[in-house]
């Protein structure tokens, strides 16, 4: 985002009757930046909605004379780029649930919480609410310039020389508008990027892979465009689950019981949910729904089988799991090649394959457990100790005594398990 973007403040609204959680909430909102704004009663929260500005709402289960989740329902038809966050002890009732099925809530704040975690959804939140402002007013400005054009050539229809100039100075506007969907997922990406570093790698890996394989299948302009669309914004619902979820998912999704996978698994309906506004990426999100789609039909979300399932989306099924792998390239292809009928198209695997050798993929970031750092990788964040002295800095190519001496430190003292190395 453009860094007067990111000047502009967002104003949060806690709806909240406790004093001491109003307090530490309030102190640590301020503290990143916001411009906190505090109600005990949900109809006072609703006029406050009403009268614009706010960014982010949080609400808790009873907010004095209204549900949270009442509220939550008004800030969503008040101000639909306004993300809401519910402060909640009941994580695992039917309601809570179904309101982050359907994006009536975009994340769940557990009581207790952990600060590095409130800190972290804060943040999404305030990035996911700047992306979502973005297309609405992008979405605005597409439809204000599409009924200037529209004008113009209706008032130049009855003249044998119509007003050509400023109808084409308007149209190459509109154009230009519609470009601007770069801007759009750039700043998806750096969400992605707060929310878990390989997301982004995985999309800017999977983005350049699909790239090359259009051009050498031969994919026409349009259908080359929306596979490059939707290789970016496939994961833009997963800052919706808990961060720890996520982790586990990415590592192995069998580490998952059944109802967080059934939070996972709902991510491609709401990628396309939160997307259905700006028409640019109308074509993408019939790809996005169906990226987590098996070959024998028991993928999700909607369990389709065989040539069900849209060309391009089995294409990018291959390709997305081919650049979350992060091994050797023959070895990667080698391990999708053994599930081809399985979870992969044969055909999509080959032509994946073809692509593979001439894509040059982008140097990404991803976080590793402490204990599976190896000789030869590179730190993509500091290394410190407990008590945050250096130890090794980012950029630090690693030999295999400076990772012995790491696992040496974290027997006497716990280190942070998780370390960001460049791929």
């Given at each position: 985002?453009?860094?007067?973007?990111?000047?502009?403040?967002?104003?949060?609204?806690?709806?909240?009757?406790?004093?001491?959680?109003?307090?530490?909430?309030?102190?640590?909102?301020?503290?990143?930046?916001?411009?906190?704004?505090?109600?005990?009663?949900?109809?006072?929260?609703?006029?406050?909605?009403?009268?614009?500005?706010?960014?982010?709402?949080?609400?808790?289960?009873?907010?004095?004379?209204?549900?949270?989740?009442?509220?939550?329902?008004?800030?969503?038809?008040?101000?639909?780029?306004?993300?809401?966050?519910?402060?909640?002890?009941?994580?695992?009732?039917?309601?809570?649930?179904?309101?982050?099925?359907?994006?009536?809530?975009?994340?769940?704040?557990?009581?207790?919480?952990?600060?590095?975690?409130?800190?972290?959804?804060?943040?999404?939140?305030?990035?996911?609410h700047?992306?979502?402002?973005?297309?609405?007013?992008?979405?605005?400005?597409k439809?204000?310039?599409?009924?200037?054009?529209?004008?113009?050539?209706?008032?130049?229809?009855?003249?044998?020389?119509?007003?050509?100039?400023?109808?084409?100075?308007?149209?190459?506007?509109?154009?230009?508008?519609?470009?601007?969907?770069d801007?759009?997922?750039?700043?998806?990406?750096?969400?992605?990027y707060?929310?878990?570093?390989?997301?982004?790698?995985?999309?800017?890996?999977?983005?350049?892979?699909?790239?090359?394989?259009?051009e050498?299948?031969?994919?026409?302009?349009?259908?080359?465009?929306?596979?490059?669309?939707?290789?970016a914004?496939?994961?833009?619902?997963?800052?919706?689950?808990?961060?720890?979820i996520?982790?586990?998912?990415?590592?192995?999704?069998?580490?998952?019981?059944?109802?967080e996978?059934?939070?996972?698994?709902?991510?491609?309906?709401?990628?396309?949910?939160?997307?259905?506004?700006?028409?640019?990426?109308?074509?993408?999100?019939?790809?996005?729904?169906?990226?987590?789609?098996?070959?024998?039909?028991?993928?999700?979300?909607?369990?389709?089988?065989?040539?069900?399932i849209?060309?391009?989306?089995?294409?990018?099924?291959?390709?997305?799991?081919?650049?979350?792998?992060?091994?050797?390239?023959?070895?990667?292809?080698?391990?999708?090649?053994?599930?081809?009928?399985?979870?992969?198209?044969?055909?999509?695997?080959?032509?994946?394959?073809?692509?593979?050798?001439?894509?040059?993929m982008?140097?990404?970031?991803?976080?590793?457990?402490?204990?599976?750092?190896?000789?030869?990788?590179?730190?993509?964040?500091?290394?410190?100790?407990?008590?945050?002295?250096?130890?090794?800095?980012?950029?630090?190519?690693?030999?295999?005594?400076?990772?012995?001496?790491?696992?040496?430190?974290?027997?006497?003292?716990?280190?942070?398990?998780?370390?960001?190395?460049?791929?």
């Open positions: 985002m453009a860094a007067k973007e990111k000047d502009i403040q967002v104003r949060a609204l806690l709806v909240e009757d406790n004093d001491i959680i109003i307090e530490s909430l309030t102190e640590l909102m301020k503290s990143m930046g916001f411009i906190a704004v505090n109600s005990k009663t949900g109809s006072e929260a609703i006029n406050l909605l009403n009268g614009g500005s706010v960014g982010i709402v949080i609400a808790d289960d009873k907010c004095g004379d209204k549900e949270g989740l009442e509220v939550l329902e008004e800030a969503k038809r008040i101000s639909p780029s306004t993300t809401r966050l519910l402060l909640t002890g009941r994580i695992n009732d039917d309601a809570v649930q179904a309101a982050l099925r359907e994006r009536l809530v975009y994340r769940y704040i557990s009581k207790p919480w952990l600060n590095e975690d409130l800190i972290l959804t804060l943040r999404t939140a305030e990035d996911f700047r992306v979502s402002d973005k297309i609405a007013s992008l979405t605005i400005e439809n204000d310039l599409a009924r200037t054009v529209s004008l113009l050539e209706k008032s130049g229809g009855g003249s044998d020389q119509a007003p050509a100039t400023p109808t084409a100075t308007t149209a190459s506007s509109v154009t230009a508008v519609e470009g601007d969907a801007t759009i997922i750039q700043a998806i990406l750096e969400l992605l707060v929310f878990h570093p390989n997301l982004k790698s995985n999309a800017i890996r999977t983005m350049a892979l699909v790239k090359v394989l259009a050498t299948i031969g994919m026409e302009k349009k259908a080359a465009e929306t596979l490059y669309y939707a290789a914004l496939h994961d833009i619902a997963i800052p919706g689950v808990d961060r720890p996520i982790r586990r998912w990415l590592r192995d999704p069998e580490k998952l019981n059944k109802d996978m059934k939070l996972v698994e709902q991510h491609p309906l709401q990628a396309a949910e939160i997307l259905k506004s700006f028409p640019i990426f109308n074509e993408a999100i019939t790809l996005i729904k169906a990226h987590h789609e098996d070959w024998n039909g028991k993928g999700y979300p909607n369990q389709l089988k065989g040539e069900t849209p060309w391009e989306a089995r294409l990018l099924r291959v390709a997305l799991d081919f650049c979350s792998r992060h091994a050797d390239p023959i070895q990667a292809m080698l391990e999708i090649e053994e599930l081809s009928d399985v979870i992969y198209d044969p055909d999509a695997i080959r032509a994946v394959a073809k692509a593979v050798p001439l894509t040059e982008p140097t990404g970031e991803r976080e590793i457990l402490l204990i599976e750092l190896q000789e030869g990788m590179t730190l993509a964040r500091d290394i410190n100790n407990a008590n945050g002295f250096l130890l090794f800095p980012k950029g630090k190519t690693l030999s295999a005594s400076m990772c012995d001496k790491l696992f040496n430190i974290d027997r006497i003292s716990p280190l942070d398990p998780y370390v960001l190395v460049y791929c």
